[in-house]
């Protein structure tokens, strides 16, 4: 066993060894840590190979042990035995049915021997034993009333139950009928033990606040055990005959310019009393200097400064860059911010001004080809002093830049910063540049690369081309899910379970689906992309075991839901039973693949049936940070490392996130030998010439090598719309009610909320129908359209994949039938992936593709929303700083390489585009910031440490390794990126 310690965190690693001595049918793998002989946490740890945990300071054994799994033992005086029913969803909530007891038996023995008339003078109680348990504070023993019960919802660590005949006025037992005896689990062995000891986090810190305004926060806090509290007593207070109660402990914070040994005490003023505080925020600290904190014991009485007892670390503040930014919306609409030093501008403003009044101006260029023109009637006047950021109205299909100016009354002119970067809009229509085509070879082997086999030779015969692709994404979440300690639990779709019901609704069900047709022997090609976040979440040791328990507790559920179903709903027994059934495959299938589906996907695309693109490294939204080249490489290099690391193979193809282009991106993609990406329609169809093809062929971007594929839309709406697409249908799963912990009805009505149980033989019957008309409809669409071009055309499918099963239940089960049928009972549509089409047809049209997006309105608004736009200044900030520090480091400093490794995906993760989306659609508000806050936060930590080893300085390598511990995502990355500017 392998023991990492990391301030209060603590790592454990094994080997598969230790699972060989365990045999898995009958008994369970545990870790327990002691401190002495207390034990301070028991983990189930069967098939894992890690696990974490936070510790108190201490001296601790790990030991792990073989333990019999837990046993139900029952006891009942008769011959016939009555039908008992026990769940457990979890360790402290517990369901008991119990049915067929021989009441008239029962009724005999108490009148004929004891003369009680029975249900006159007895009644029945439930005899509730419980282990002592500190969390929930449930009594050890308890009776509760059972009369006309057979159903019992029981709650605590539980020991066991009895069910009594009391009397009924003293509750006196007078016959016990069963009862039911929970063995805990047994230990049978130890198989190892380690000791190690977690030290003391102890000490006054000072890290960087980041909140929503333009604004620097710093945060100090401390941490101190008692012992440090009685020492201090002991040594100045006693001897000055002093208490607690006759002095203060004041923060203060002392602050110094970079080429100033000397300190100054910030703003003293202000007195900070912490009294019992843990922390302490100063807001608005100038940028441009280094900070310290120090914790100072005060006389209350005398006002007098009496001992220093505690400093921090000193952090520096890098100065902002003064400068304004320009960022683009959709066809009519900019976003510029800027950032101004306040006091540098006042002086500047009142010199310049020589007493006249001055206005300031956001001054609007059009960019032609590199000259800048002036528009003067899209100048806006600004007040600094109120405003740091502006939307622009402008003019479709241009090129601008901006930059802020102050004008005096008399005409002159004083810049106030440098021209910003260029920002394009979008175009309303096709331009007229003429029709061109391009030629580039694809030279690159890939399994899809094939002929497709079909029973009706399809290859031979086909008149088109079906790309099915699928987008699976997820933002990098890890996180243990809380399931509280009174024990009741049911998914509800917070942050922290997304990756656990993607991988239960979607995924899974894709794995199986393609198991099962590889198994009969069906051929299928289908395109896909995996985000790099969601193949490191796939690969997380933590997430793996968090996954493991949520499965577990859904299982759990599930037994008890069936019993509770069956009890008040019979009609809906079915689809519960569904939900037990597909909860156990899963299980079965995640560890079937030894925990990681990547292992699933990458088999498919060996075998030739998946062509596996990548995407931006955390889904970045790419044409907001094309003004720092570095992180649009950082992006992209970290996607294509991660991708060969997980798949084997280097990538062809990109999903871009959110479909999100603007003219240059596809340089960065050339770079890393990035052959195609995904588009929406209108991103082809409004190119600077018309496309001959339409969305049914490909389009090279002009002056590269690099394809778009642009979605058809006829194939969107028939699956993605709920109002006229195939999910809309009454007899499947519905999506949005739910009748308890799982969805049980049918879709019924949409507008009605009175529904139906869920029958699954009618959703699968009609999943096959949906997969017949949606071949047909491709069918008829190629026979249609065939005569009009001079090659085969093809029909890009694009969906998001958790459309299938997440959102849609059926949705696997559609791919399923869709893919059989297109096997064996056609032969007019082919499947067929992006790089098998341009190695088949090298030869396309070049267009140059306007800014676009899939998102709302084909637009970039979404993620440039009010409640959203403040945060690319944070990120860029945090760019800039990351660059500098970069390009004044040395590869062969292998710490310093750690530090701003992991500063990059501290930056890459706050450049995720799902946090603004969330946010815009007002869902889980505070939980987004948090986790965008927190990873800015960390950056500037890093950073700090960075700037210390440049200095030469010591650094706290404690909180290095747990920084590193808690977001160990994209081993591959490597910080030289971030210096490529």
Not at 472 to 479: D, F, G, S, T
Not at 867 to 892: C, D, G, Q, T
Request: one cysteine or more.
């Amino acid at each position: 066993m392998k023991i990492e310690v990391a301030q209060k965190l603590v790592k454990f690693t094994w080997g598969d060894d230790i699972h060989r001595q365990v045999h898995y049918p009958e008994e369970d793998l545990y870790l327990e840590v002691f401190a002495g002989n207390t034990c301070v946490f028991s983990r189930k740890v069967n098939f894992l190979n890690q696990t974490e945990e936070l510790l108190a300071p201490g001296d601790y054994q790990a030991r792990f042990l073989r333990k019999k799994r837990p046993l139900l033992k029952m006891l009942s005086p008769f011959h016939y035995t009555p039908k008992v029913v026990f769940v457990s969803e979890n360790e402290r909530r517990h369901h008991l049915t119990i049915t067929e007891i021989d009441w008239e038996n029962i009724r005999r023995d108490l009148e004929l021997g004891l003369g009680h008339r029975f249900g006159e003078e007895t009644s029945l109680y439930l005899r509730i034993l419980r282990y002592e348990d500190p969390a929930t504070n449930f009594p050890e023993e308890e009776w509760q009333r059972a009369d006309f019960k057979d159903y019992f919802l029981i709650f605590g660590a539980l020991k066991g139950v009895e069910l009594h005949v009391c009397e009924k006025e003293t509750q006196k037992s007078l016959k016990k009928v069963l009862s039911l005896e929970l063995l805990p689990p047994e230990t049978i062995s130890i198989l190892e033990e380690t000791p190690f000891s977690v030290p003391e986090v102890t000490g006054l810190f000072l890290t960087r606040q980041v909140i929503e305004p333009d604004q620097v926060n710093l945060k100090a806090y401390w941490e101190f055990p008692d012992k440090f509290w009685k020492e201090l007593e002991k040594q100045e207070l006693s001897p000055r005959k002093l208490t607690w109660e006759d002095t203060d402990i004041l923060l203060e914070v002392f602050y110094r310019p970079p080429d100033d040994e000397k300190w100054a005490i910030f703003r003293p003023e202000e007195r900070r009393h912490i009294g019992v505080a843990k922390d302490w925020i100063i807001n608005a600290v100038p940028d441009g200097h280094f900070y310290q904190a120090r914790l100072v014991l005060y006389d209350r009485k005398k006002n007098l400064r009496l001992k220093e007892i505690a400093a921090s670390p000193e952090f520096f503040i890098p100065r902002k860059r003064e400068k304004i930014v320009l960022l683009p919306i959709d066809e009519r609409r900019l976003f510029t911010y800027w950032h101004l030093d306040q006091a540098e501008l006042s002086q500047k403003l009142g010199r310049f001004a020589a007493g006249q009044n001055v206005t300031a101006y956001i001054k609007v260029y059009h960019d032609f080809f590199g000259k800048l023109y002036h528009h003067p009637d899209k100048d806006v006047a600004v007040d600094l002093s109120m405003a740091d950021n502006w939307y622009l109205w402008v003019e479709p299909d241009k090129a601008y830049r901006v930059q802020l100016i102050a004008v005096r009354e008399d005409g002159k002119v004083l810049e106030l910063t440098e021209p910003s970067n260029i920002a394009h809009t979008a175009r309303l229509a096709p331009g007229d540049a003429p029709v061109s085509y391009a030629t580039h070879e694809l030279s690159i082997e890939h399994p899809t690369i094939r002929p497709i086999e079909s029973r009706m030779g399809t290859a031979e015969h086909s008149i088109g081309y079906l790309i099915l692709h699928l987008h699976a994404h997820l933002p990098y979440i890890r996180r243990r899910i809380v399931y509280g300690a009174a024990g009741i639990w049911q998914p509800l779709g917070f942050p922290e379970e997304w990756f656990h019901e993607a991988l239960v609704d979607t995924y899974i069900p894709l794995v199986k689906v393609f198991e099962d047709l590889v198994n009969e022997g069906v051929d299928f090609k289908l395109s896909m992309d995996i985000s790099p976040t969601l193949t490191n979440m796939m690969r997380c040791p933590l997430l793996q075991e968090e996954f493991l328990k949520y499965l577990e507790g859904l299982i759990n559920l599930a037994r008890a839901e069936i019993e509770r179903v069956r009890r008040e709903a019979p009609a809906f027994e079915a689809a519960a039973w569904m939900h037990l059934r597909r909860f156990e495959e899963s299980r079965e299938i995640f560890l079937r693949y030894d925990k990681d589906l990547t292992r699933a996907f990458k088999r498919f695309q060996d075998l030739g049936k998946l062509e596996i693109s990548t995407c931006a490294a955390t889904h970045g939204f790419l044409p907001f940070y094309t003004m720092y080249p570095e992180a649009v490489r950082a992006q992209i290099e970290t996607a294509v490392r991660d991708y060969e690391a997980v798949f084997g193979r280097r990538p062809i193809g990109i999903w871009l996130p959110e479909c999100a282009y603007v003219p240059g991106i596809e340089k960065y993609l050339e770079e890393y030998d990035l052959r195609y990406f995904f588009s929406e329609t209108h991103t082809v169809l409004n190119g600077d010439s018309p496309s001959e093809f339409g969305v049914h062929a490909p389009v090279f971007v002009r002056g590269s090598k690099v394809a778009v594929f642009g979605r058809d839309p006829e194939t969107g709406k028939q699956v993605w719309s709920a109002d006229e697409g195939y999910p809309g249908d009454p007899d499947y799963l519905d999506f949005h009610i739910k009748g308890g912990p799982f969805r049980y009805c049918r879709i019924t009505n949409r507008y009605s909320l009175q529904k139906e149980p869920y029958n699954p033989d009618w959703a699968r019957e009609k999943a096959a129908r949906h997969a017949q008309h949606f071949m047909e409809g491709r069918n008829f669409r190629f026979e249609y359209i065939r005569g009009w071009f001079w090659k085969k055309p093809l029909s890009v499918a694009t969906y998001d994949a958790e459309l299938f099963g997440h959102h849609w239940f059926e949705g696997p089960l559609f791919i399923y039938f869709l893919l059989k049928k297109l096997y064996y009972d056609q032969n007019q549509t082919e499947l067929i992936t992006p790089a098998d089409y341009l190695h088949r047809y090298p030869t396309n049209q070049e267009i140059l593709p306007p800014p676009s997006s899939w998102g709302d309105k084909g637009t970039f608004d979404k993620w440039m929303y009010g409640s959203v736009s403040w945060m690319y200044r944070h990120i860029h900030e945090a760019i800039e700083a990351l660059n500098e520090s970069a390009k004044k480091a040395e590869p062969r400093e292998a710490k310093l390489s750690q530090i701003l490794t992991q500063a990059g995906r501290e930056v890459l993760w706050a450049m995720n585009s799902d946090l603004g989306f969330v946010i815009s659609n007002g869902h889980f508000v505070d939980k987004m910031k948090e986790f965008f806050f927190e990873a800015l936060e960390r950056f500037w930590i890093l950073y700090d440490m960075a700037e210390k080893m440049l200095a030469g300085k010591e650094i706290n390598e404690r909180l290095l390794r747990e920084i590193m511990f808690t977001r160990p995502i994209f081993p591959e990355h490597f910080w030289k990126v971030w210096r490529k500017s």
